[in-house]
T-cell receptor, first 114, second 111 residues
Framework: DAGVIQSPRHEVTEMGQEVTLRCKPI?????LFWYRQTMMRGLELLIY????????DSGMPEDRFSAKMPNASFSTLKIQPSEPRDSAVYFC????????????FGPGTRLTVL | DAKTTQPNSMESNEEEPVHLPCNHS???????IHWYRQLPSQGPEYVIH???SNVNNRMASLAIAEDRKSSTLILHRATLRDAAVYYC????????????FGQGTRLTINP
């Protein structure tokens, strides 16, 4: 199994631009999570989906952030417009039906907003 | 979410056992104790979890105090590859999907 796949691995953009981060969960997994990690705030859960439906988006910082999961094998996290304070590593994780607690994390996308 | 307290950093030597403590004095009866670790430049990875009884797996052991107000992650024979940040996380049985990461313990392994 290839594990959770995220793209791009690195993204550098300018303030005001739209940024789209992509995630492909492990095949067969039905839960997907988006996290953000910064030095100041550590690892924060932004949003998670069960069976493609958003369950808890209380961690999404503001309206500039949106996440979608159009099908079981793909999710996007979009930031529009981006700001320098959005610079962070964004992780996607997935979990399977039989694995009640173990989340599998992707390698992350390092986002730099200039 | 109930809070956990971990030392900011610990240091150990290669091939020696490591005991990583976690205090969770406000744990409820329905909170599971999870441990994840994050190797440098990687995403977190699951290590172990438990509820009341001690647990063992191929990576580590989890020792849970009788009153459940603290737990210890035990790496039986540390290697250089075990150098990572270790996170102790509580999660309610019903809300076990949501992991709230604290600052964790940065473990350094000396050769």
């Amino acid at each position: 199994d290839a594990g959770v796949i995220q793209s791009p691995r690195h993204e550098v953009t300018e303030m005001g631009q739209e940024v789209t981060l992509r995630c492909k969960p492990i095949s067969g997994h039905n839960s997907l999570f988006w996290y953000r990690q910064t030095m100041m705030r550590g690892l924060e859960l932004l949003i998670y989906f069960n069976n493609n439906v958003p369950i808890d988006d209380s961690g999404m910082p503001e309206d500039r952030f949106s996440a979608k999961m159009p099908n079981a094998s793909f999710s996007t996290l979009k930031i529009q417009p981006s700001e320098p304070r959005d610079s962070a590593v964004y992780f996607c994780a997935s979990r399977g039906r039989g694995q009640r607690y173990e989340q599998f994390f992707g390698p992350g996308t390092r986002l730099t907003v200039l | 979410d109930a809070k956990t307290t971990q030392p900011n950093s610990m240091e150990s030597n290669e091939e020696e056992p490591v005991h990583l403590p976690c205090n969770h004095s406000t744990i409820s009866g329905t909170d599971y104790i999870h441990w994840y670790r994050q190797l440098p430049s990687q995403g977190p990875e699951y290590v172990i979890h438990g509820l009341t009884s001690n647990v063992n797996n191929r990576m580590a052991s989890l020792a849970i105090a009788e009153d459940r107000k603290s737990s210890t992650l035990i790496l039986h024979r540390a290697t250089l590859r075990d150098a990572a940040v270790y996170y102790c996380i509580l999660s309610h049985i019903q809300g076990a999907q949501k992991l709230v990461f604290g600052q964790g313990t940065r473990l350094t392994i000396n050769p």
